[in-house]
């Protein structure tokens, strides 16, 4: 089983947790991600590494409460265990031979960015990282990116920190004043890989994005995590989980992740009244 | 003097649950024999000298023996003939497709129906499996530790041969729970996953180790395993990912793998109530294909309260790769055969009017081409061309492909000097499962592509046997 070590919230809904899982922090490369279940009878879940440690033999997720399985696993103290914890899954992010790279991270997406972010720092890139929320109180991991990144720049919707304004405002300012990309590295809402997409296409620079969508056993078994890439379908669990953002039909995707928006909502609903009760 | 055989022309009936009912349950649709029946059905064999229907099986069970200790009334007996070679008869009695093996080439089937050799062995295997109390004895270590990747059929039974030869085997599987196919494939209603069960804890009474949640090539690759002291490693880890047809608007929702189907359905139990994981219920369904998969996928949707579920085949009843009893339950069930048809297109809403209906993005008809039998291919199958001009459209809300596998290639792009042919299937030595890397055995599904649980089972076990030489030879 896989203890629970430690357990704390970034903001009141994205809650960060090391998990002791020595095979699994022995291989973890940034990029990659686990499927875990909470319980026997639980769903399946993908979750983005946020970090390793591969001597503690610790695995770090950040994940933000959006469902009911998110919902029990925030319920979870340290010293609990998950039932299953199972990867490192998907391919690790290609940092080689990038010199100047630009990380866009939206929300809980930035949990996914900053691993990536430090990855490029590491191989010696001058990272430029641009994270952005929808208000003061979301803002995650600012520190850890402040310290990854030769400049950082935090936007909100709402103009409450930093600059106001989505993430794609600086960047298009930054590339139509003449800065220089080899790359940019975009992982966030859907929506928001789109449009940093859009963006990048203007000037033309590469533009590499992290897709997370629906998944079972996360091997290539059952094809549920498929899109098209290039109008070819690919598998997110082992062609990626990132892809060329030129190439990824995104208006699929996004439709493809409200199929059990239904179902969800309900289940969620009715796993919140659950503990709401054992509060009473 | 020895009784006179019983020389009725058909097999005794397998009770099985009504139609009506067991559509809506999930409970086995097959209820087995009873002793008095077994008996009579065992009294059928002729006691053929030279035994054609062994020469049927791929692991050649000794099946008029065993038929001979039922007439005897020893049915420990005939399950201890059976256990000689095969490992899992509970469950090869359930879901082999005997009607293309044994019993395909009984004499009794000349005139009239052949033995119910597979009704017996279940028979046999239930037995022997509700009167069992005793636990199994856990074999004298030879101090060797092998590895086996994947818990399927394959895996399950080399395992077992190796550890009732003293070895020291370790099971690693990718999914959380051991079994394969077995669990998450095929369905409760065909094989209860108790039985299932039941030969895993038997494997673990023995001693066999079982790992799950470990993906062998990301987790631990094959050269880990033997650094870390397994001295050879059987892989069996099963037929691969989806295929689809690579049509337009296979990308929508309610477009399904059958593996993504039934894995929500069985592994994750989204049929009861409370379940954690959705899968779409009700409404229409096509399933493309006609093996067994796409029977199992069809009633499944069936119990999860489709109203109407067709099986698009592109060529006729006679080509059904199912096995036999299997297509004649979905005929009884209600299932629609539409044979001869051939998809081309998913179509799926798009309200021009409103961008937010929750209905954008679904299946709404799946576009369909007659097809009609040409001249015969290589195999002797006649090919299926399309009828020009015959496009028609069928409602559907969800389209369930199951139109085969391609093999996974993490194994292969992890394991330096382990071959693979042009299809990515691993390449083996027939009678020993020895690949092209030292100590690498492999068999099942991730060698002929998808096949059967006994032909899974019976590389297991020769794989086994190849092992043992190999270790002991050392
Ligand atoms: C729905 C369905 C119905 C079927 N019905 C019948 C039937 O009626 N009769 C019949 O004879 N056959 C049937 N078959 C076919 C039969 O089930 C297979 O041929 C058989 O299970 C193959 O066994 P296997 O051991 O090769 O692989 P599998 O049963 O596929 O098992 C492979 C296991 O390996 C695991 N694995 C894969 N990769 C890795 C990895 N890298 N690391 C660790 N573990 C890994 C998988 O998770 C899986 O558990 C059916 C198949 C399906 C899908
Ligand atoms: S999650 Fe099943 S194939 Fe990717």
Redesign the pocket.
């Known amino acids: 089983m896989f203890e629970i070590l430690e357990k704390r919230f970034l903001n009141d809904t994205v809650c960060e947790m090391q998990i002791n899982a020595p095979l699994v922090a022995k291989k973890a490369e940034p990029g990659q991600f686990i499927i875990l279940r909470t319980d026997e009878d639980g769903e399946r879940i993908p979750l983005t590494i946020a970090g390793f440690d591969r001597k503690k033999g610790t695995v770090k997720i950040i994940f933000q409460v959006v469902g009911s399985t998110t919902e029990i696993l925030k319920h979870k103290n340290v010293g609990d265990c998950l039932q299953d914890f199972v990867g490192p899954l998907g391919n690790a992010t290609e940092t080689e031979g990038v010199k100047n790279v630009c990380v866009v991270g939206g929300g809980v997406g930035c949990a996914i960015a900053m691993p990536v972010a430090e990855k490029f720092a590491k191989d010696k890139a001058n990272v430029t990282s641009v994270i952005g929320f929808r208000n003061k109180d979301l803002v995650i991991l600012e520190d850890e990116f402040k310290k990854a990144s030769k400049e950082l720049v935090v936007m909100t919707d709402d103009g409450s920190y930093g600059r106001q304004g989505n993430v794609c405002v600086p960047l298009e300012e930054m590339l139509a004043s003449g800065k220089k990309f080899d790359k940019i590295f975009a992982i966030g809402p859907l929506i928001m890989m789109k449009f940093v997409v859009e963006t990048a296409k203007k000037y033309n620079v590469p533009c590499m994005v992290s897709m997370n969508p629906i998944m079972i056993?996360g091997?290539g078994?059952c094809g549920g995590c498929r899109l098209s890439v290039d109008g070819q379908m690919k598998f997110a669990c082992v062609d990626g989980p990132d892809f060329d953002g030129y190439k990824v039909d995104f208006d699929e995707m996004m439709s493809r992740n409200r199929m059990y928006a239904d179902f969800e909502r309900h289940k969620y609903e009715e796993t919140c009244n659950l503990y709401k009760k054992e509060v009473k | 003097m020895a009784e006179l055989p019983n020389m009725k022309m058909n097999k005794n009936e397998m009770p099985t649950q009504d139609p009506k009912v067991r559509a809506h349950n999930f409970e086995e649709v097959a209820l087995g024999y009873d002793e008095a029946v077994a008996i009579d059905e065992a009294k059928r064999c002729l006691n053929c000298v030279n035994m054609p229907c062994v020469s049927g099986c791929p692991v050649k069970v000794r099946i008029p023996e065993f038929i001979a200790k039922i007439k005897e009334g020893d049915f420990e007996g005939a399950y201890q003939v059976i256990s000689e070679t095969s490992s899992l008869p509970a469950v090869?009695g359930?879901?082999?497709?005997q009607e293309t093996q044994c019993e395909s080439k009984c004499v009794r089937g000349i005139k009239g129906e052949p033995v119910g050799i597979g009704r017996l062995e279940r028979f046999v295997a239930d037995f022997h499996n509700a009167h069992d109390g005793k636990k199994e004895k856990v074999p004298k270590s030879n101090g060797h530790k092998v590895a086996v990747?994947?818990?399927?059929?394959?895996?399950?039974?080399c395992a077992g041969d190796l550890a009732r030869k003293g070895y020291k085997v370790t099971v690693?599987?990718?999914?959380h729970?051991?079994?394969?196919?077995?669990?998450?494939?095929?369905?409760e209603f065909?094989?209860p996953k108790s039985i299932v069960q039941k030969e895993i804890d038997k494997l673990e009474s023995m001693g066999v180790k079982i790992e799950t949640n470990?993906?062998?090539?990301?987790?631990l690759t094959i050269d880990e395993l033997f650094e870390s002291g397994f001295e050879a490693v059987f892989?069996?880890?099963?037929?691969?990912l989806p295929r689809f047809m690579g049509i337009k608007g296979e990308g929508l929702n309610g477009v399904y793998s059958?593996?993504e189907f039934?894995t929500r359905a069985n592994l994750m139990k989204s049929y009861k109530t409370d379940a954690t994981t959705p899968v779409m219920k009700g409404g229409k369904v096509a399933v493309v294909g006609g093996?067994?998969?796409a029977?199992?996928?069809a009633r499944t949707a069936l119990r999860l309260g489709a109203e109407k579920v067709y099986i698009v085949y592109r060529r006729s009843m006679e080509e059904l790769p199912?096995?036999k009893e299997?297509v004649e339950h979905a005929i009884e069930e209600g299932v629609e055969f539409k044979l001869l048809n051939n998809p081309v297109e998913v179509l799926g809403y798009n309200n021009p009017n409103d961008k937010r209906d929750p209905k954008n993005g679904f299946v709404r008809a799946i576009r369909c081409i007659k097809m009609e039998l040409g001249e015969p291919d290589e195999q002797g199958r006649r090919r299926p061309v399309e009828v020009q001009g015959s496009e028609f459209e069928l409602e559907v809300d969800s389209v369930i492909m199951?139109i085969g596998?391609s093999p996974?290639p993490?194994?292969k792009a992890t394991t330096r000097g382990l071959d693979t042919n042009k299809w990515g299937g691993i390449i083996v030595e027939e009678n020993t499962g020895k690949t092209s890397k030292e100590g690498v055995y492999a068999?099942?599904?991730?060698?002929?592509g998808?096949?059967?649980?006994?032909?899974?089972?019976g590389?297991?076990k020769v794989a086994a046997d190849a092992i043992d030489k190999y270790l002991t030879s050392k």
């Open positions: 056993d091997t078994m | 090869c359930r879901v082999c497709p990747v994947g818990s399927g059929p394959s895996g399950l039974t690693f599987e990718a999914l729970k051991a079994g394969g196919v077995l669990v998450y494939g095929i369905p065909r094989l470990i993906v062998i090539g990301k987790t892989v069996g880890s099963g037929a691969g059958a593996n039934l093996g067994n998969v029977m199992d996928a199912a096995r299997e199951s596998t996974n993490l194994i068999g099942g599904d991730a060698v002929t998808a096949a059967t649980v006994i032909s899974a089972m590389a297991g």
